[in-house]
DNA sequence: GGCGGGTTTTGGAGCGCTCCAACGAGCGTA
DNA sequence: TACGCTCGTTGGAGCGCTCCAAAACCCGCC
């Protein structure tokens, strides 16, 4: 006689005894080894499929020597750049059987120490971390890790993956030159990154015999230290004809800067964004921007997570990649025709 | 004699060890148990500082009866509504020691079914799912669900927070007709919620005894589709004078037709959006727009989570929440001087 | 029909933790 | 001095799985 049972979630015992082979049996079918035959595979997984049975990824990682998960620690959800690092590592992982956990620097911070420590926890099997790393971020040896995006702060022991930033301001920079600006300013912000891009600005601009011409906002990148930024550069010196921000954030400040003071873009002013995020290619900004080339960091890292997975012991030299220009509409010689 | 020893990670047992104590006494103190003297917890820290130890969350779940954390499935990371849906349901989860896991739905399509089969692997002690529900959504009972941002598309036994698209469109397009605008055009898209703001716009046009005018982009909700809907609208109905878009990042794409046109916005054109995402408050937009209070939706969903949690049996009534109109610099009486 | 070799299947031993019942020590009280 | 209490602490059992060595099975061939 039955009586109101509780509900207990099944387990893989309950699906072999449905399927009537054991739980090692099951366990190899859900795993998907091929030393199983038809039959028994087909018992086990309609034995699944009627039970609803989940496998406990907690006792998975428990017994096994893995988690087949990579976590993925980010600075903000707002900074959208991570998007396509988070599909190239996603190419990448994926084929591997590797599931990717992300986790925002800002929101967990309540929470936990660091989003690290809850990947620690958690037993990942390799770590991206796409923030400018700190020196708090002590992670055991032997675990893989990427810096994804940054060159700067050090993780000892991780592989470096990143765009050059210094390159890229450069060649944006050399961009705005060739166009015949010549009062070009630079809006920065705070962290490793902006300052490598003021360097390759300011690189550029004495390259060409030109005075570099840098300005902050409140001091991060967001599009209200570009606003405040671009104000300042304007009011400050208005005979600038062309500006290049930190990121596309950055400009899009700047472009509303530009707009409220009655400057045509690109006719009165050229404004040159950094990153190539999402918001560069709309039809509102038509940004020219420097690709840093996300995904294909997170194709890069994705390969030295699976090379130190897989045995490698070290990591690898740091691997700078070549940002690329995209030339859009927001750029064009100064004093052109409306 | 001690050989290389192999870097194993310490175990809980580890730490009792040097700390002198049993294995018991150890995770009474990782869990803040008040009943350990003071001694015994310094001990006991002190071990795990020297070790550098990490609890095992797998086996903490797999001994403990829950994993005090709750899933969120979100669409696409690009969509940043849920940030705020995050941060809301953060505040109100983490005084009760609940973390936060995110998954998106197109990211992880590739690996497995569905993020849901993540979280339920995962055992999560609740979910959040701020997608619109699908019908393959089928949760095992018992497990506390709530349905965010979305009303349409049930999953069983989910509570339902919300806030009411119907008559936040409404109230931004009595807002337009308010103002003085009388050839309103709406932009939507696919999706319930796109639907159920084009009701509300169409039922406030009724009433105001005006025409309402729906016309769509490629069918999703993206810049380019509000771009290309807006330019249908602009081009069909040149009289134009206002328009209500689906949501912010529709808006930014009819800002950018405008333009385009020689349109001046707010003066020749108001534009509205939805959802008060981050980029409406730029500086570039200045989006007059519906506040969807996401963070808020996070808050109460939190509670409801809370509830059901802790036992409360079934789902509350489906929430709606009203929605706010938020007046920016995009909106202004048709033919306002400039 | 029995044997060797490969393939398929199985039970047992843990993984590192939480929970629980029980234990010892200290202390106030009879 | 003995008793009962409480507080702090402990060992044991077990969570649901993976891994491993060994058992069972199957086949062809002598």
Redesign the pocket.
Known sequence: MVTSDPP?????????RTA?????????V??G?????E???AAVLAAVEELG????Q???T?????TRTVGVVIDDYRNLWFVELLRGLQEGLAPHGLRIAVADHTLNAHVEAHPLDGFLSMRVDGLVIATEPTAAMRVPEGLPVVVAGHREGVVPGADVVATDDRLGARGATEHLVGLGHRRIGHLTGGGGAARLRAEGYAAAMTAAGLEPLVVAGHGATTEEDGYVAAVRLLDTAPGTTAVLAANDTMAMGALAAAGERGLRVPQDLSVVGYDDSPIASTHLLRLTTVDSRSAQIGAVAAERLMARIGGSPGAAPPLLLAPELVVRGSTAAPGAAG
Do not use: E, H
Not at 20 to 28: A, P, R, T
Not at 33 to 37: K, T
């Open positions: 207990r979630r099944p387990t893989i015992y309950d699906v072999a009537g082979v054991s739980k090692s049996l099951v366990s190899l859900l795993r080894s091929p030393s199983v035959s039959a028994r595979r049975y989940r496998p406990s907690a006792a998975a428990l017994a096994g020597a893995t």
